[in-house]
């Protein structure tokens, strides 16, 4: 079972990304309804920010266990899951992994968005039936 401690840690740092991407989405709408500018955004900046989590985590040693759990975790996951996703890419294309790299890459874009509009024309029909 995990240390109540670190649950705790990942928690608070997902409220926070959670709040910082909502926040996101808000002011993305100030400069359009119909292009989804928070969520790039939040994307783009998720996925900077844990490049230098990351960086600052392997490279200097100087963020703790628990700082990076609460960080790259909580705050990256909660903002959002895009940052992981490229984390675990990247991963694989430095582990020489290519085929797996160009697997997971592929079926998460494509995948999600199969899965996506399975859940949201199958539940229409459902609905409407």
Sequence with gaps: MQNVFTIFIVGTGGFVGSVLRYLMSQFGQRFSITFPHGTL????????FLGIVT?????TQSLS??????????VCGGFTTMSSFSYETVRLLQDSEYLYATGYFLATIVGCIILFGLGLFGTKLLLKG
Excluded: D, H, Q, V
Aim: aromatic share 14%; with cysteine.
């Design 55 to 59: 960086a600052a985590a392997t490279e």
């Design 65 to 74: 266990p628990s700082t990076r759990l609460f960080l790259a975790t909580g």
């Design 41 to 48: 955004w939040a994307n783009f900046i998720g996925c900077l």
